[in-house]
C-alpha cells in the first residue's frame, strides 16, 4: 500500500463517509506530514513519535486562542494521538518579495495585521487556563545560548570565513555579556512564524490566516519580533509600532534573535548531519539596524 493509500485508510477511519476526491500529501513540515482532501480539509500527522505530544499540545492551544485571536487561525474539527483535522485556510506564502511590490498603504495595512495578531497573543492570559500551557520550543535561557554559542565555534566556525567568524563573535558575545538580556516576562508566543506559515491573498493584498502553532508555548515575545525581522526586515517590523507600541521595547533582543537564526540552522545541520537546516531560510531579508 502506498503513502497515499495509508493515509486515505486511516482518514476514512477517522471521518467514517467521507468522499474523498483528491488528496495529496505534503512532507515539508519538520514534525508533520499533512494531508489536504478535496482541496478543503487537513489532515496533520507526525512524524514521529516526539511529535505527538506537539500536536496535541497544538490542538489544546488552538481551542484557547480562538477565543482571543482576530485572524484567521486553524479550528480543529478532529484530534487523536495521531491526527490533528481542520478546514483548509486559503492563501499563499507571504513572501518578502511579494511584500515589498505591494503600495505602502497595503505593506502598512499587512504590517497592522501581523502587530495585532501578535498583541493578541502576547496578551493572552498565561494562568487560569484549562491545561498548564507549556514553554515554547524557541526558548533558551543564558545557559542554553551559552552552550549554543560554544558549539557553533568548535562545529561552525572551521567552515566560514575569518569575517563571517568575527561577525558572529560579536553578535553573541556581545549579548551574552549582559545576563539582563535574559530576563522578560513570559508571555503566550509563536516563536514560528515564517511566511509560510503566513498566508497571504494576493487579490486583496491581506492576509487570511495564520498556520502551524507546534513550537508555541510560554517565551520571550522578543522572539516573535525576531522572526519577523529575520525574514522581513526591521524597517517592515517598524510599521509594527503603531499598533503594538510596545514591540520596540523589545527590538535589542529581537534583533539578537534575527541575527542568531541562520547560525544556529548551520549548526542544526552540522550536528543532524541534514543539509537541509543549510538551506532552511534562504531568501531572508538582511536589513537589520545596529545600535
Known sequence: MDESSTYEKRIREIVPGISITSISINHEGLLNDVAIINGEFIFRFPKQEYAVKHLQDEARI?????????????????????CLAYRLIPGETLRRDMLMKLSESDQQAVADQLAGFLKELHGLPTSGTDFDLPMADAL????????TYERIQERVFPLMLPHACDWVREHFESHLSDKTNFE?????????????HILF??????INGIIDFGCAGLGDPAIDFGVILYNYGESFLNRFYTVYP??????????????????????TGIERN??????????????????
Open 62 to 82: 488552538l481551542r484557547l486562542l480562538r477565543n482571543y485571536i482576530t485572524l484567521e487561525i486553524p479550528s480543529p474539527i478532529y484530534e487523536s494521538h495521531d
Open 140 to 147: 533558551m535561557k543564558y545557559e542554553g545560548w551559552l552552550s
Open 201 to 206: 491573498d494576493r487579490q486583496r493584498s491581506r
Open 184 to 196: 522578560y516576562e513570559l508571555k503566550m508566543v509563536d516563536t514560528d512564524i515564517p511566511p509560510y
Open 274 to 291: 541534514d543539509p537541509f537546516w543549510f538551506a532552511v531560510h534562504v531568501g531572508s531579508a538582511k536589513d537589520v539596524k545596529y545600535s
Open 246 to 267: 510596545q514591540a520596540e521595547t523589545c527590538l535589542k533582543r529581537a534583533r539578537f534573535y534575527g541575527g542568531a537564526h541562520e547560525v544556529r540552522w548551520l549548526l
